[in-house]
């Protein structure tokens, strides 16, 4: 049935891919996110001890390229190991950002306060990457601030692979990383919390995790300390879901895990695949947490192609897919395997197209993140102006979180627009407070040519989204002599889009 399926799929992806427009291609509503990852310096910054502003330019040159690709997400890591890209909180400064840990940027700037400005007034939602349990990166002791926690309280570590990593056993563990999370919570305008599949270790020969003497002091009464470890997990998913929910309603948690949970030789409830597992290999319990409704999307890293043939991708999405539970349902895509390893399918420069249409053919699919964000800049066989020209070439809400809230803002009022030497000059006044007495988070403008109806659902008529409290927007893409009407949405912290506003029509001087 899966191979039936895949034929299926690939023959809509050709026929799509020769035949349809890019609109047909184009939900209005659909997760398009990308890791840009800090650590080492992966993604950003380039290197470090750059100055301020070259910190700046480089983030506004990324989030401008991933805006012309139709990224609407950004999954921005800012806990690369127990450290911090951002001011208040009270873990010191990452080294991957200064130079040196500890050491403030100068002049000085929050970068996590920076980067949500910038992703918001493109659009883009800003989920803040946690590693929750990695302390430390390359065990180089000497780069390590006095005042980090390794340091102020190193009972609550273990060493792995020559890193200290937190000892998830230990209740006041638990506490301190909710902690932190909470204060990033309460100090900034998030969207979403976000953690990758770093829990346990991944093992290494030889290797053993030094946690005997916390089971048996903290056990709760389970037998197997394999079951403990996965309930250490399990305890803060939960902890940090309802703490962040509580804090915030509106702010959304996900969760990367590896992308099998079990193989079917594993566990008949498991995937038709053979690599290494989450489950046993870093006790992570994948799909208990979407089963309990403990995070409000799961983003597995399928980085398979669908000729993998220990892990198809195909059979890993089908198996999600199967085990959403209500909850939403993002696929990690591998780019940074694109024409960089020496697997034929990803020498192909359709992969990535067809992984996406393989998504969107599943109505319980709801986007894609790429790892990582100079895969998608550098734009290996063109899978960069792939996205930009097809898939992505209209912009796109993110997907309804209705367990969240399902009611929508109100209107914006009086939609009024001038024309000027370059182009319409729009403006409207704040919609109503809404139920939960919030202003309005954002807007969306469609603009209809003269023979074009009102028509919310033609994502071709979307011509600008932000996040933020400004009521007047430019457009600079119109022609001389043509007539056009406007229309604009609001949007609320979830991204619910009211009933439009008044149209306004005008027609341009020639």
């Not at 870093?282 to 983003?299: F, L, S």
Request: charged residues 25%; proline residues 5%.
């Amino acid at each position: 049935m899966t191979q039936f399926r895949y034929l299926l799929l690939t023959i809509l992806f050709i026929s799509l891919s020769l035949t349809s427009p890019a609109q047909e291609l184009s939900p209005k509503r659909e997760f398009r996110g990308v890791w840009v990852a800090t650590v080492v310096n992966i993604d950003w910054p380039s290197k470090a001890g750059l100055t301020t502003q070259q910190q700046k330019d480089e983030l506004i040159k990324l989030l401008d390229k991933h805006q012309e690709e139709g990224i609407n997400a950004i999954m921005f890591q800012i806990r690369p190991a127990t450290d911090a890209f951002y001011a208040k909180g009270d873990e010191p400064w990452s080294q991957y950002l200064t130079g040196k840990q500890g050491q403030a940027p100068n002049p000085f700037y929050d970068p996590l306060q920076f980067a949500i400005e910038e992703c918001h007034k493109r659009g883009m939602e800003l989920h803040a990457w946690f590693n929750p349990y990695r302390a430390t990166f390359d065990g180089k002791e000497e780069n390590i601030t006095a005042d980090h926690i390794t340091k102020v309280k190193p009972s609550w570590f273990f060493k792995y692979d020559g890193k200290k990593l937190f000892n998830p056993g230990l209740p006041e563990v638990r506490e301190y990383i909710n902690k932190v999370i909470l204060n990033v919570v309460d100090n900034y305008d998030i969207d979403g919390v976000h953690f990758d599949d770093y829990f346990y270790p991944y093992a290494i020969k030889g290797q053993f995790i030094d946690d005997e003497s916390t089971f048996w002091l903290q056990n709760r009464g389970i037998k197997d300390i394999k079951d403990w470890r996965r309930d250490n997990v399990n305890l803060l998913i939960k902890a940090v879901n309802d703490s962040v929910h509580a804090h915030k309603s509106y702010v959304k948690f996900g969760v990367s895990p590896f992308g099998i949970w079990k193989n079917k030789s594993q566990d008949p409830d498991g995937s038709l695949s053979y690599g290494g597992d989450s489950f046993y290999g870093i006790y992570a319990d994948a799909r208990k947490w979407v089963q309990e409704g403990w995070v409000d999307y799961i983003n597995p890293q399928i980085y398979w192609a669908f000729e993998t043939r220990a892990a198809p991708y195909g059979n890993l999405v089908d198996w999600w897919s199967n085990h959403t539970y209500g909850r939403h349902l993002y696929i990690g895509h591998g780019a940074y395997k694109v024409n960089a390893t020496k697997e034929l399918a990803w020498k192909n420069a359709g992969q990535i197209g067809r992984q996406i249409t393989y998504n969107r053919a599943n109505p319980r699919v709801q986007g894609s993140v790429f790892f990582s964000s100079k895969s998608l800049t550098r734009n290996p066989l063109g899978v960069s102006d792939t996205l930009r020209q097809n898939y992505y070439k209209y912009p796109a809400l993110p997907p309804l979180m209705l367990w969240l809230d399902s009611v929508a803002p109100n209107k914006p009022q009086n939609l009024l627009g001038i024309e000027g030497d370059s182009g319409v000059l729009l403006s409207w006044k704040l919609p109503l407070p809404d139920h939960k007495n919030e202003k309005a988070y954002g807007f969306v403008v469609y603009r209809f040519d003269d023979k074009m109806p009102i028509d919310v659902t033609d994502v071709s008529a979307i011509k600008n989204i932000y996040y933020g409290d400004i009521t007047s927007w430019e457009d600079t893409t119109v022609k001389k002599g043509e007539t056009y009407t406007y229309i604009v949405t609001a949007l609320d912290r979830v991204k619910n889009e009211s009933e439009p506003s008044v149209a306004f029509k005008i027609k341009l001087k020639r």
